[in-house]
């Protein structure tokens, strides 16, 4: 009994493997402002808030993009320079997956299918 639970439990993790394997990174076919935008929405999900900004040209020419931490202060009163601590910055990447475009969050494995994207693998 004891082996057979651990077969199960293996075949399970066997088929996880398998399906987050099945992930290709990709690139976008086009960069309308409707995809943009769902992109945009997507990772103000993922980060907690609004990305300051991102190129209109994100994941065409590169399946990863990285997101500093927000900039504090204003031009008024402009922050502090100095080192910004790799922990605080997010690196996403663009995969697809069968004909689906998903936006993948390395770190902790979150995830959001797209919509709106059409994508290549890279």
């Known amino acids: 009994m004891r082996i057979t639970m651990v077969l199960i439990g293996l075949a399970a993790a066997a088929c996880q493997h398998l399906e987050q394997s099945a992930d290709q990174p990709a690139l976008l ?3 309308t402002p409707a995809v943009q935008a ?4 997507a990772l103000s999900v993922a980060l907690g808030r609004a990305p300051t900004a991102i190129a209109t040209d994100a994941f065409t020419r590169s399946s990863d993009l ?3 931490p927000a900039a504090l202060g204003d031009a ?3 922050a502090l320079t100095g080192r910004t601590l790799a922990a605080s910055v997010q ?3 663009l995969v697809i997956d069968g ?3 998903l936006l993948l969050r390395a770190a902790d494995g979150w995830r959001q299918q797209l919509q709106q994207a059409r994508c290549v693998p890279e």
Request: glycine letters at 0%; aromatic letters at 10%; a negative charge.
């Open 29 to 31: 076919v086009e960069s």
């Open 38 to 41: 769902e992109i945009f929405a």
């Open 66 to 68: 990285v997101i500093e």
């Open 76 to 78: 008024q009163n402009p």
């Open 91 to 93: 690196r996403f990447s």
């Open 99 to 101: 004909q689906q475009c």
